[in-house]
C-alpha cells in the first residue's frame, strides 16, 4: 500500500479504536463475565463483538493481517499491507484492554491469523474453500494443537501424539493442553501437529499437521487450563484428549512429514503479531504511568518531579522504542527476503524473547506507581501484565528464543563476520619488566 493511503488507513484505525474500542472495553469485560456464568456451552464471542465487526467491515478494516503474497494465495482481499506496514496497524490494536480486543473486532486475532496463513499457503482448494474462507468472514474459530502436557513442548521433535495410517483415513490419538481458542463453541477446525514417522523416521520428517474438525468423534475437552487464576473465557486454553480421532487422508496439509516445514513459515509472521501488540500494550502502559506521576502529589512533591519517577520514565520510553525498532526491522526484512533467511529468523528469535520481557517491565513500573489500584479492576494493567507474562512461555520460552539467536550468531561469526579471524595481539616476552633477583 502506497504511504498515503497507509496514512489514511492509520488515521481511520485510530479512530476506531477512540470511537469504538477505548469506549467499549468494560462492556466487553462484563459481557464475557456473563458468558463464563452461563456455562461452557455458551462460551463464544459476546454481543459486542459482533457489533463492532460490522463496523470495521464498513471502515475497511477487516483482515488486516493477511499480506499481499498470503492475500494472493487465499483468493480474498485482505488490507494489501506489507508485514511493515502491518506492525504499525497491530500495534495500534494492541493498545486495547484485553490485547486482543480489537484484532477480534477486525479479524486479526491469534490463533486465526496463523492459521489462516497456513491454509493460505499449504491448503489444497478444497481445504481453502471448506476452511479458510468462513475462517476469513469470521464465521468460524479455529485452533492451533501442538503442546503436549508429557514432553517439554517447546521442542516440537518430542511430540508424540501419533498420526496412523489405516485404509483413507488416519487416526490420531494423543492428550494436548493450551489448545487456544478450543474452548469456543464457534472453533469448527484444528490444526494438529503429530507424529506420523517410525522412530527410523528423520526427527525433522516424522512430525505432520494435519486438519482436524472439532465435530469429530473421540475428541474430549477435558478442561481450560487456568493462567493466574483466569480462564481465558471465551477463547480457553483447552487440555484436549485424542481417543482414535479419525479424518480423511485429504485432511493433511502439505505431504506426511512436512510438519516442520510448516510450523517454521507459520511462526515468522504469525507469532510475531503477538509482539507487535505488546509494543502497544507498552505504550499504553507508559501513558497510564505518566499520567499518573502527573495528577499525585506525595511527601510535597509531585510525583513527576522525583528523580526517580524521570528516570523510568525515560527507561521505559528507551526499552519501548528499542524493543520497536527490532520489530521493525524483522518485519521488514521478512518482506524482502522471507522469514527463512539467516538474520531475519535470528530477528524473530530476539523480537519473541526482548518483546515480552520489555513490556512486562514497563507495566510493572506503571503497577508499582499506580498503587493498589494497579493491580485492581478500576485498571488495564493487571490483564496487560499477565497477558505479557504469559507471552514469555505460550510464544515459546525465553531460554529457547536466546538459544536460537545465540546459536545463529555463532555460526554466522565462524562463517561470515571479518572480524572472527582477528586473533589476540601476541607480545614479545623475551625481555622481562624487572630481572629475577
Keep these: 500500500m502506497d504511504a498515503a493511503k497507509f496514512e489514511a488507513l492509520k488515521e481511520n484505525l485510530?479512530?476506531?479504536?477512540?470511537?469504538e474500542i477505548y469506549p467499549n472495553e468494560l462492556l466487553h469485560i462484563q459481557q464475557v463475565k456473563a458468558i463464563r456464568a452461563k456455562g461452557p456451552s455458551h462460551w463464544r464471542q459476546p454481543a459486542i463483538i459482533f457489533e463492532l465487526r460490522e463496523k470495521a467491515k464498513a471502515r475497511g478494516l477487516w483482515n488486516l493481517f493477511l499480506p499481499v503474497d498470503s492475500a494472493k494465495l487465499a483468493g480474498r482481499a485482505g488490507g494489501g499491507l506489507t508485514n511493515l506496514q502491518y506492525a504499525d496497524c497491530c500495534e495500534i490494536m494492541g493498545t486495547a484492554n484485553h490485547a486482543e480486543f480489537a484484532a477480534e473486532a477486525c479479524n486479526c486475532s491469534s490463533p486465526d491469523t496463523g492459521?489462516?496463513?497456513?491454509l493460505a499457503r499449504f491448503g489444497t482448494e478444497e481445504q481453502k474453500k471448506k476452511w479458510l474462507e468462513p475462517?476469513?468472514?469470521a464465521k468460524i474459530?479455529?485452533?492451533y494443537a501442538m503442546t503436549e502436557p508429557a514432553v517439554a513442548s517447546s521442542d516440537a521433535t518430542n511430540i508424540r501424539t501419533s498420526i496412523t495410517r489405516d485404509g483413507d483415513e488416519f487416526v490420531i490419538n494423543g492428550?494436548?493442553?493450551?489448545?487456544t481458542g478450543a474452548g469456543n463453541v464457534d472453533c469448527k477446525i484444528m490444526i494438529l501437529m503429530g507424529r506420523t514417522g517410525s522412530k527410523d523416521t528423520a526427527t525433522y520428517r516424522s512430525q505432520s499437521q494435519i486438519l482436524v474438525p472439532t465435530d469429530t468423534p473421540g475428541i474430549t475437552l477435558v478442561r481450560p487450563m487456568e493462567t493466574f487464576g483466569d480462564d481465558d473465557c471465551p477463547k480457553g486454553h483447552m487440555e484436549i484428549l485424542f481417543e482414535d480421532v479419525r479424518v480423511p487422508i485429504s485432511n493433511m496439509l502439505w505431504g506426511e512429514g512436512r510438519g516442520f516445514e510448516i510450523a517454521q513459515l507459520r511462526l515468522g509472521p504469525?507469532?510475531?503479531?503477538?509482539?507487535m501488540r505488546m509494543i502497544g500494550q507498552a505504550e499504553r502502559a507508559l501513558s497510564h504511568m505518566c499520567r499518573r506521576a502527573a495528577s499525585r502529589t506525595a511527601f510535597g512533591q509531585q510525583l513527576a518531579e522525583m528523580g526517580s519517577v524521570v528516570q523510568q520514565v525515560a527507561e521505559c520510553r528507551a526499552?519501548?522504542?528499542?524493543?520497536?525498532?527490532?520489530?521493525r526491522e524483522a518485519a521488514d526484512r521478512m518482506d524482502r527476503l522471507g522469514n527463512t533467511d539467516h538474520y531475519t529468523r535470528q530477528l524473530l528469535s530476539l523480537v519473541k524473547a526482548v518483546v515480552p520481557?520489555?513490556?512486562q517491565r514497563v507495566v510493572d513500573r506503571a503497577m508499582q506507581l499506580h498503587g493498589g489500584l494497579g493491580g485492581s479492576q478500576d485498571s488495564f494493567l493487571p490483564a496487560a501484565f499477565v497477558g505479557t507474562r504469559n507471552l514469555r512461555w505460550a510464544d515459546g520460552p525465553d531460554e529457547v528464543h536466546w538459544r536460537t539467536a545465540g546459536r545463529l550468531e555463532l555460526s554466522f561469526q565462524r562463517k561470515q563476520s571479518p572480524l572472527y579471524q582477528i586473533e589476540l595481539y601476541d607480545h614479545d616476552r623475551s625481555v622481562p619488566f624487572r630481572a629475577k633477583l
Design 14 to 19: 485510530w479512530d476506531f479504536m477512540k470511537k
Design 115 to 118: 492459521n489462516m496463513e497456513v
Design 135 to 137: 475462517l476469513l468472514d
Design 141 to 143: 474459530r479455529s485452533a
Design 175 to 179: 492428550r494436548k493442553h493450551w489448545i
Design 270 to 275: 504469525g507469532r510475531i503479531h503477538h509482539c
Design 319 to 327: 526499552e519501548i522504542d528499542q524493543a520497536r525498532l527490532l520489530v
Design 357 to 359: 520481557n520489555m513490556t
